[in-house]
T-cell receptor, first 114, second 112 residues
Framework: DVKVTQSSRYLVKRTGEKVFLECVQD?????MFWYRQDPGLGLRLIYF???????EKGDIPEGYSVSREKKERFSLILESASTNQTSMYLC?????????????FGPGTRLTVL | ELKVEQNPLFLSMQEGKNYTIYCNYS?????LYWYRQDPGKSLESLFV?????AVKQEGRLMASLDTKARLSTLHITAAVHDLSATYFC????????????FGTGTRLTIIP
């Protein structure tokens, strides 16, 4: 079974704090993604990574950075959290060589910034 | 820029009825995914449609893809309460990196 886990289900932080969201997959996946989900906007891509230490900006990277030091772990960093970053954050990854490149999602982290 | 539109955004239907959710996209792509999301939960993969004319069925759900019309449909047959969820379509826009563009979702409520 494909397994993508995220470090926290719920998180409450204060404005200005540095926030780390972690995503771990246990199946040697190469491509990993971070999305945020907001009502009426669907899922929007923040950053993705296609290999260790490789990353690319998605559609809404402002205010975020990422780190991928090991293949199984992809971290999303909010350098200085703001209230407009209150959202559901979803991590996804693609197993190697499946043919259809289906993305598998983690359980999500609901972040509230006060 | 690839845009993906779903309609309807909200759908309330009675058990036993049939209905269709539509997913239109604006630029060429030949791979489309359907996902289901229950409230407070993550996304669960339903279907992967890989080519023009592809049709897949699982239980009361059937998905199809028409790449010429840039349209995918998710058809629900004889709806049951367990199908209440939000359904998303997502289209591949970058085949090298597998970047997806998601629709805004259709919140489906099945009324007993």
């Amino acid at each position: 079974d494909v397994k993508v886990t995220q470090s926290s289900r719920y998180l409450v932080k204060r404005t200005g704090e540095k926030v780390f969201l972690e995503c771990v997959q246990d199946m040697d996946h190469e491509n990993m993604f971070w999305y945020r989900q907001d009502p009426g906007l669907g899922l929007r891509l923040i950053y993705f990574s296609y290999d260790v230490k490789m990353k690319e900006k998605g559609d809404i990277p402002e205010g975020y950075s990422v780190s991928r030091e090991k293949k199984e772990r992809f971290s999303l960093i909010l350098e200085s959290a703001s209230t407009n970053q209150t959202s559901m954050y979803l991590c996804a990854s693609i197993p190697p060589v499946t043919g259809d490149n289906e993305q598998f999602f983690g359980p999500g982290t609901r972040l509230t910034v006060l | 820029e690839l845009k993906v539109e779903q309609n309807p955004l909200f759908l309330s239907m009675q058990e036993g009825k049939n209905y269709t959710i539509y997913c239109n996209y604006s630029t060429t792509s030949d791979r489309l995914y359907w996902y289901r999301q229950d409230p407070g939960k993550s996304l669960e993969s339903l279907f992967v449609l890989l080519s023009n004319g592809a049709v897949k069925q699982e239980g009361r759900l059937m998905a199809s893809l028409d790449t010429k019309a840039r349209l995918s449909t998710l058809h629900i047959t004889a709806a049951v309460h367990d199908l209440s969820a939000t359904y998303f379509c997502a289209v591949v826009r970058d085949f090298g990196n597998e970047k997806l563009t998601f629709g805004t979702g259709t919140r489906l409520t099945i009324i007993p």
